[in-house]
Structures are given as structure tokens and as C-alpha cells.
């Protein structure tokens, strides 16, 4: 046990060292004061490496814009790698939107039961774009590898 952190301790965290900030760091950070680890600069974070601040975040106002736009799509959540959600939205939109467009303008006999439909189903999905805009505004999501985005 004792050796175990003996070699901790000479190797510093996860056995990085950071001597040289320009090289260790990526051109995007400096190190520590204990020269254990870099202090990433705002836009840049470390993931899955032993090399560190190597991934550049995604930007809050991007996804926001792009979710604003084209969030019933799913746009945002594609942006930030969501493919689960922005898949799910996708295929939700459109199936469903062709549902609504056949019963409301070639099921004409029974109006009520299509305009019910197609407005309980607008109606769900201006819900979801909604709670959507205000998440991304609040910077509540994280992209696809588990990075916060950077913030507007």
C-alpha cells in the first residue's frame, strides 16, 4: 500500500506531468501549481486522454439557435451528439406529421376525431420544443461524450 502511493505521489495524478504547458497542455491551458494536471482555458476541456484540454466544447449559443430553428427536428440535440433524443424527435415529426396531413385533409367525414388528433399532437410537440428552448437556455444538456457545453 505504501508503494502504491509512493508511485502516486512521483507520478502525480494519473500519471501526467505537466512540465511544458504549450506541449502538455495543448497550446490550450497552463498547468497547476503542483504541475499535476492543466487548467484548461474556457473553450476546452480533457476527454479520454492521457493528453490534456484536448476537446474543444460545443457552445451553448450554437445548440440554442439551432434548437430555436430547427429544434422540432431535433436539430439542437443532433448538434450536441443527443443522437437518442434527436432521433426520437425526428421520427415522431415526421410519421406524425403525415398522420395529421392524411386525416385531416382525406378523412373528411369525421373532422372532429382528425382536428382532436392533430391538435393533441401539435400541441405535444410545440410542449417538448418549448421545454427544449428553455433547457438549452438554462445550459442544463451536456454533449454526446458528457462535456458541458460552453456557455453563451
Not at 491551458?29 to 466544447?57: A, E, I, M, P, W
Not at 431535433?74 to 403525415?98: E, Q, R, W
Not at 442544463?140 to 462535456?147: A, E, V
Amino acid at each position: 500500500m505504501k508503494f502504491l502511493i509512493l508511485l502516486l505521489l512521483i507520478l502525480g495524478a494519473y500519471g501526467f506531468n505537466c512540465t511544458d504547458p504549450l506541449v502538455d497542455c495543448n497550446y490550450h491551458g497552463v498547468c497547476n501549481t503542483h504541475k499535476t494536471k492543466c487548467v484548461c482555458d474556457d473553450r476546452y476541456d480533457t476527454f479520454n486522454s492521457l493528453s490534456q484540454c484536448n476537446y474543444k466544447k460545443k457552445e451553448q449559443s450554437t445548440a440554442f439557435a439551432l434548437h430555436f430553428f430547427t429544434g422540432i427536428f431535433g436539430g439542437g440535440h443532433f448538434y450536441i451528439d443527443n443522437l437518442a433524443v434527436a432521433l426520437s424527435k425526428l421520427l415522431l415529426f415526421v410519421p406524425g406529421t403525415c398522420i395529421t396531413v392524411v386525416l385531416v385533409y382525406h378523412f373528411t367525414e369525421d373532422v372532429t376525431c382528425s382536428k382532436l388528433f392533430s391538435a393533441i399532437y401539435t400541441s405535444l410537440l410545440l410542449i417538448w420544443w418549448s421545454v427544449d428552448i428553455i433547457l438549452f437556455a438554462m445550459n442544463y444538456y451536456r454533449d454526446g461524450n458528457g462535456i458541458s457545453l460552453y456557455p453563451w
